[in-house]
C-alpha cells in the first residue's frame, strides 16, 4: 500500500482551546468558534471516533500510548 500525501495540506497552524464559563472557544488559526460545554464535548468524542475509523481504515495497526484529558473548571457551577 502506498500512501497518497498532498504536503500542501501539511501546514502548521495554530490551533488553541480556551473557556469563558459554560463557553468553549476554538480557535483554528484566525478563525474563532464559540459554542456551549456540552457541544464541544460531542465535537471532541466525533473527532476522536472518526479518527480511530480512518486508523483502521487505513490499515494502521500501530497502538500508541494515549493520555485522556478531561475538561473542567472548579469555578462553573450547574443548577
Known amino acids: ?13 495554530r490551533v488553541a ?3 469563558e464559563g459554560d463557553t468553549v472557544k476554538l480557535k483554528f488559526g484566525n478563525v474563532e ?7 464541544a464535548l460531542q465535537l471532541a468524542q466525533w473527532i476522536r471516533l472518526r479518527g480511530k475509523q480512518a486508523k483502521v481504515r487505513a490499515g ?4 500508541w500510548l494515549t493520555a485522556v484529558g478531561t475538561l473542567t473548571d472548579a469555578s462553573v457551577t450547574r443548577g
Open 17 to 19: 482551546v480556551e473557556h
Open 60 to 63: 494502521d495497526k500501530r497502538h
Open 33 to 39: 468558534i464559540k459554542m456551549n460545554y456540552l457541544d
Open 1 to 13: 500500500m502506498v500512501a497518497i500525501v498532498r504536503n500542501d495540506l501539511l501546514q502548521r497552524s
